[in-house]
């Protein structure tokens, strides 16, 4: 094979991992400026999150065809190939990070509608965690680094502890105070998203460990929230 | 090419679209369990279908090795390159629907450990156009029929609406008696889970349509249920 042929195929290759850090980019400011915008009642800024993800789905969907073409034209095979369906796949879980970020923003311009409520707190927190996770699983694909992808897998427990808090002190707002119930609504699919944004941070570093070794995490995947809800669903 | 290669080819190709229209069976039924066992509080259904999820993990996984080998090894082109990226994608909104009923059974075990509570009519009705629409597109997947395609990508809003009125019913109960706060918790996720079922239906939707005719759906997505909350956020 002509040396400029793979020295093409390594660029293209590398255009598409570039691709999938740069959505990394754009679904790590959706997280962190939603986060920002229902703690600090921020309509403005959770507007700009919910414009900005026309460009995450953009971007996915030419990150889908050029990864279409690199598979057709350039018919990788071994690491390579796990590089392309890896980047597929990552792409999938950021766009739906960008779609649970847009989603917090529009329940936070609902909520700027009603008096503020003193509990953003938590949602602070959790949010934090999580962004930091995001943060983390995409540092650890540019690194193609497997140890930190474990690591961030094995934290989602540390999330679900505080989705778990969230939900039973949401609870407790709605039955002291009836008329909280609406704006405590919202809240609680807030919380559930923070939480979801973590769980596809888990997918990623995943994802991450089998593009590197290209065998699957064994063992179980951290429990869900689920598992935490039970506990406290009869108040 | 001999001829047993591609025989061989086109029969590996209908393998993995077997097991994806198995996936589906699987799905359709965890889905039409899973809203039977919250409406009739069947818990041992609802264990059933808990369990059930497994096997849906189990056969994503075996379908994304099949597919992984076969575009590596068989470095398919044009539709069939499409109809292996097409069955990795619909098997993912599979996997995702089976977690979706997994969760909504969960909680039926949560919801079935306090009194009933009389609403369970808009989950059933809701449960049941989502049940119907993803039956409508695993055979708008079998038989590659697009229209049936576009006609499932079309009802979107139909789901929306019914989610919309489930939630305003639910804070009500929630207004009208706190001790239903818990309980009604439980039942907003469930209903957001049905409409998540919806969702995935809808992509699976605009798959079938690029996987016949190679392109992406044209105009916007039906809104969403985002839209639709907004406007009784404040009650």
Same mark, same amino acid.
């Given at each position: 094979?002509?040396?400029?042929?793979?020295?093409?195929?390594?660029?293209?290759?590398?255009?598409?991992?570039?691709?999938?850090?740069?959505?990394?980019?754009? #679904?790590?400011?959706?997280?962190?400026?939603?986060?920002?915008? $229902?703690?600090? *009642?921020?309509?403005?800024?959770?507007?700009?999150?919910?414009? *900005?993800?026309?460009?995450?789905?953009?971007?996915? *969907?030419?990150?889908?065809?050029? $990864?279409?073409?690199?598979?057709?034209?350039?018919?990788?095979?071994?690491?390579?190939?796990?590089?392309?369906?890896?980047?597929?796949?990552?792409?999938?879980?950021?766009? *739906?990070?960008?779609?649970?970020?847009?989603?917090?923003?529009?329940?936070? /311009?609902? /909520?700027?509608?009603?008096?503020?409520?003193?509990?953003?707190?938590?949602?602070?927190?959790?949010?934090?965690? $999580? #962004?930091?996770?995001?943060?983390?699983?995409?540092?650890? =694909?540019?690194?193609?680094?497997?140890?930190? #992808? /474990?690591?961030?897998?094995?934290?989602?427990?540390?999330?679900?502890?505080? =989705?778990?808090?969230?939900?039973?002190?949401?609870?407790? =707002?709605?039955?002291?105070?009836?008329?909280?119930?609406?704006?405590?609504?919202?809240?609680?699919?807030?919380?559930?998203?923070?939480?979801?944004?973590?769980?596809?941070?888990?997918?990623?570093?995943?994802?991450?460990? =089998? /593009?590197?070794?290209?065998?699957?995490?064994?063992?179980?995947?951290?429990?869900?929230?689920?598992?935490?809800?039970?506990?406290?669903?009869?108040?």
């Amino acid at each position: 094979m002509p040396d400029h042929t793979v020295k093409s195929f390594a660029t293209e290759l590398e255009a598409v991992s570039t691709n999938v850090a740069r959505m990394g980019g754009l #679904a790590e400011s959706m997280t962190t400026d939603s986060i920002n915008a $229902v703690v600090r *009642r921020d309509t403005a800024l959770a507007e700009a999150v919910i414009l *900005r993800d026309q460009k995450v789905d953009a971007a996915q *969907r030419e990150l889908e065809r050029q $990864v279409i073409k690199l598979v057709a034209l350039r018919q990788p095979v071994a690491v390579d190939l796990r590089e392309a369906l890896a980047a597929w796949k990552i792409a999938g879980d950021l766009e *739906r990070i960008g779609d649970l970020a847009k989603n917090i923003s529009k329940r936070t /311009l609902v /909520l700027n509608q009603s008096d503020p409520i003193q509990l953003t707190r938590g949602i602070e927190r959790m949010g934090r965690i $999580v #962004a930091g996770r995001l943060k983390d699983v995409l540092d650890s =694909y540019s690194a193609r680094d497997v140890r930190r #992808a /474990l690591s961030v897998w094995m934290q989602d427990d540390e999330v679900d502890a505080h =989705y778990n808090s969230l939900f039973r002190e949401l609870l407790t =707002y709605m039955m002291e105070d009836p008329r909280k119930i609406g704006p405590c609504a919202h809240l609680l699919f807030v919380a559930k998203n923070i939480e979801r944004i973590g769980d596809h941070c888990t997918n990623i570093a995943e994802t991450v460990h =089998y /593009l590197v070794t290209g065998e699957d995490i064994g063992g179980e995947r951290p429990k869900s929230s689920d598992e935490a809800e039970r506990g406290i669903s009869a108040p």
